[in-house]
């Protein structure tokens, strides 16, 4: 029998995402359970590890979206076309997520002092160091993050960049190579068709 | 031919000690190159993303630790036994990342009061709260992380909880399964002899 999939997670894009996006791209039916921030409290107990998003396969919880997400990734041959491709994806994963910090950082500074020295920091500095060597590669791979085919790094470019973008409209403006790619994304048909289902429950 | 791999880190454990330590146990001989301090600027031009460690495969660099030691522990037969257990060591690796990066935030803040406020957090909640969940693993599973072997999982949470003994002596004191695995790790002859080595290096 085919394993069953719960994702438990909260109703945002955030480090659920990336999940969904490749479940709809495995076509592999799952519930999208979506905990009200006001039952997450009573959820939280019973998580792993006191966070989501969670992931049931046949009633076992794991935790951890990039471990999941890697774990779907190879139930749907997108890891890359060999060990260095796969250790590629987890490279710039990381690294992504390495900028992804450093946002938060800024994003939950709560002394304005503070928070504009590190605004200036993230923005003069770290967004444009790391958007230019990712646009580099993307546009080097001619189009994709890693290697020369579909791998679950795109996925979670497209959809923390698209993020990004939303967050801070223009950003993505200097890096055409990351804007087809977050475009590409969406584009895919079982993405878009995700991504429209998801939108009319709003 | 057999590959060549060159490490480069700082000469300290932190983020290297994990791929040293996969290096040690897979029996693979390596240059480990420790930048000193004064070098790093210059260093860090020629590095992918700005940070150590990098490994360098046949002259391929590579950056991320955790994203070098999955790649290491597949060609040593450390990802568990099946899929869903690879899962798992992603799951426990990224969550003890939680716990470390709580207490990176604690170490790096500088003013005295909020400092004071993120150890009570700490201390108190989060080291408990995650150290017990991970001794209720680790006992369940007989003295291991994942399953009833060896993983990389194992490696890096023997190298991360000792740095977290050596800096609050005590603090795994409660959990005996944890400090079994530290020293179960820290006594594979692989790992002893280069422990040994790098010790009278210094």
Redesign the interface.
């Known amino acids: 029998m085919a394993p069953t999939y719960k994702l438990y997670y909260f109703d945002v894009a955030g480090r659920g995402e990336i999940i969904r996006y490749l479940l709809a791209y495995g076509n592999q039916s799952f519930e999208d359970i979506r905990i009200p921030k006001e039952e997450w409290p009573e959820y939280k107990k019973k998580t792993?590890?006191?966070?989501l998003p969670v992931l049931e396969?046949d009633g076992?919880p794991?935790?951890?979206s990039?471990?999941?997400a890697?774990?779907l990734a190879?139930?749907f041959n997108l890891v890359g076309q060999n060990?260095?491709e796969?250790?590629?994806c987890?490279?710039l994963v990381?690294?992504l997520g390495?900028l992804g910090?450093k946002g938060m950082r800024y994003f939950r500074e709560a002394d304005p002092e503070k928070k504009e020295t590190l605004k200036k920091q993230l923005f003069e500095e770290d967004v444009p160091?790391?958007l230019s060597?990712f646009e580099a590669v993307v546009s080097k791979n001619g189009g994709y993050t890693v290697g020369s085919q579909l791998t679950w790094s795109d996925f979670q470019f497209a959809g923390t960049l698209e993020e990004f973008e939303k967050r801070h409209p223009g950003l993505l403006k200097p890096y055409p190579a990351l804007s087809g790619l977050v475009e590409k994304i969406c584009n895919l048909p079982s993405i878009k068709a995700y991504r429209e289902k998801s939108a009319q429950k709003k």
Chains 1, 2 share one sequence.
């Open positions: 792993p590890y006191g966070q396969v076992k794991v935790a951890q990039l471990a999941i890697r774990f190879k139930k060990e260095w796969a250790l590629k987890d490279e990381d690294t390495d910090q160091y790391y060597k």
